[in-house]
């Protein structure tokens, strides 16, 4: 793996452990200006939000969610693109989850653009 490679990785791992350990603080530093991001919800396209503090805004709101618990099933990355792959969970039964993955897109060691996508 080249160091553009792991320097994505390191950031893709970073970001989902924010959200893992409910730390919205931690994006602060992950989020880069001109940042897109396209919720997986409502479908069929989602939401989409643009510039920074719009994307911090709504990946802080995820990760303060307490009763959220994202699973990592894997983090994939090369050069600028990440990939994580996740199960979210909002209560003890087992219906009560959906599988998803985030592509991710780093300029100068931030995420510039998070496309969610869900199976349905």
């Not at 992950?30 to 919800?41: D, Q």
């Not at 994580?84 to 985030?102: K, P, T």
Request: proline fraction near 2%; include cysteine; charged fraction near 30%.
């Amino acid at each position: 793996m080249n160091a553009n490679s792991e320097m994505t990785r390191k950031l893709m791992e970073r970001f989902n452990t924010a959200f893992q350990q409910h730390r919205p603080e931690d994006l602060d530093d992950l989020i880069g200006e001109g940042c897109v991001l396209e919720n997986t919800a409502p479908a069929p396209d989602g939401a989409r939000y643009e510039g920074r503090e719009a994307c911090l805004n709504f990946w802080k709101g995820i990760a303060s969610t307490a009763n959220l618990v994202f699973e990592e099933e894997d983090i994939w990355a090369s050069e600028d693109r990440g990939i994580i792959r996740w199960q979210l969970r909002w209560s003890e039964d087992a219906a009560d989850r959906v599988r998803g993955v985030n592509i991710m897109r780093v300029r100068d060691g931030k995420i510039v653009e998070g496309l969610g996508y869900v199976k349905g």
